[in-house]
């Protein structure tokens, strides 16, 4: 270090000119404080000084704000104090550097701490991980966040500060809404990558617990057998017009009927099906793997559904070797004619539950039967009897079933009819014993019972427009609309037609 020192000062820094080489210029005051003056100009605040031996240059900052001589000044004696203290200024810096990010502790705890977890899992935190706490934290070191700026990431995801689309491929679309559901389920993945921290040694605590979360809408949504029945209705004219995917139709069906999830189902393959023990046996759920006992009206249902060659699946989807995947487009139009708008496919689960709890079924084994892995989820479906499993389903499908029954154009309940059981001989004869002929589930739905417009208008004599008149003036039959389609149930035409001839005798009479 040269001897030649002096009082730095802002004027003399301003007045500075860059030189053919590198230069410095010590400060008077604090000894080893100086500036650096680069051949371009810069004028770059440092402490020189001896560590264990071994002399160290450690850089302050660029002069400019915050930087000014005096800031710079106290810097340096602040650097001082801890290197008496046994702390090197340099080394410290090293080390910050080479400490973890946010998003390097994402990426561990994504690929390396989720590494046995389930696929959607793994999918769940790293959407969460790139969509919200990237984006917002990702470059900061996961050593120095502190609890307010968890609350800070905790509101600015509930404002939506990380909402955005992006295109994911040819006609793919990428949608981050946001939101407080996502904000807490943010913090959860958050603070399990603090823990992951905590363990690894890379900070003594974890920032995120206690953290006061959003409160959470519980969606306890039930089916009372009113609606039950408003709803076998919609999907018994939409089977029997021909207007949805008979496979969609079996899939919502199976749904109430089973309790199961949307991708249980909708994932199904014909090597599940234990058809001797009358179960469906799943290799791998949300809770693992686990056996769904079935009633005989799922079991029916099952039995209806013709194998496709080449096709795994119970469910086949469009194309070959694939499964339904669209259900709530279907779901969307069903539950829109039976006048439960705001239903939604998991309800159906929900349904199940509540229809067991009514009959007396236990705690234990309602969430047996839903393959519940803690007895606290069960809880507000249903209290405590003792009935075994399988008798469970059997009861819960039954009047679920009964429910959905749809009557006939005479008011009497069709009776359903056994169908050719594509599972083997076994089931055959059993269902042919206990059920005779129709629709698995719904009855003796068969296409006179529900007309399209122009069926409709044939069956009074009329012409189509003469019901597109009516409907309009609202003094037609009673109709519903399946998707985009107006039908007619061959019931209300025949009520409305004898309301019209009583009227009609009564003015002659006058």
Known sequence: MSE??????????????????????????????????????????????????????????????PWTPETARQEARSLQGKIVDGIDPQQTRISERQELTIA???????????????????????????????PLLGSRRASTIAR????????????????????????????????????????????AMMGVAVARGLR????????????????????SPAELGRLGEALAAASALNVESPYAIAALKLLVLTGCRKHEILKLKRGYVDTFHRCLR??????????????????????????????????PG?????????????????????????????DLRHSFASIGASTGDSMLIIGALLGHSSAKTTQRYTHL??????????????????????????????????????????????????????????????????????AAAARLGFTVGTMQTYRWMGTGPAFRKIGRRVVYSAAALNAWAAIQRGEADMRQAA
Request: charged share 30%; glycine share 8%; aromatic share 6%.
């Open 148 to 191: 307010v700026e968890v609350e800070q990431l905790l509101r600015d995801v509930a404002s939506g500060k990380t909402a955005r689309k992006a295109k994911m491929g040819y006609r793919k679309l990428s949608r981050v809404r946001g939101g407080k559901g996502a904000a807490n389920q943010v913090l959860t993945v958050l603070s």
């Open 385 to 454: 009897s003792d009935h075994p499993l399988k008798s469970a389903a059997e009861r819960i499908s039954d009047e679920i079933a009964r429910h959905l029954e749809v009557h006939g154009a005479d008011g009497a309940t069709s009776a359903p009819t056994a169908v050719e059981d594509p599972f083997g001989a076994y089931w055959a004869s059993e269902v042919a014993e206990e059920e005779p002929k129709g629709d698995p589930v719904l009855g003796d739905v068969i296409r006179t019972q529900w007309l399209d417009t122009r």
């Open 282 to 315: 799943l290799p791998d759920s949300k809770t693992g793997a686990k056996v769904v006992h079935l009633g005989a009206p799922a079991i029916r249902i099952l039995a209806s559904l013709a194998p496709v060659e080449g096709n795994p699946y119970l469910l």
């Open 318 to 346: 469009k194309k070959g070797g694939t499964h339904v995947t669209d259900l709530q487009a279907v779901w969307t139009r069903i539950r829109r004619t039976a006048g439960l708008e705001d239903v939604r496919i998991h």
């Open 4 to 65: 030649h020192r002096v009082k730095l000062t802002k004027r003399l820094v301003d007045d500075l000119k860059a030189g053919p080489k590198e230069r410095f210029l010590w400060d008077i005051e604090v000894l080893g404080f100086g500036l650096r003056i680069s051949t371009a100009g810069t004028v770059t605040y440092v402490l020189q000084y001896r560590f264990e031996g071994r002399q160290r240059r450690f850089k302050i900052g660029l002069h400019g704000s």
């Open 204 to 223: 003594a605590d974890n920032p995120v617990i206690g953290v006061k979360r959003f409160p959470s809408r519980k969606m306890e949504r039930f089916l």
């Open 104 to 134: 390097e502790l994402g990426e561990i705890y994504v690929t390396e701490t989720l590494a046995t977890a389930k696929e959607t899992s793994v999918k769940a935190a790293r959407n969460n991980v790139d969509n919200h706490i990237k």
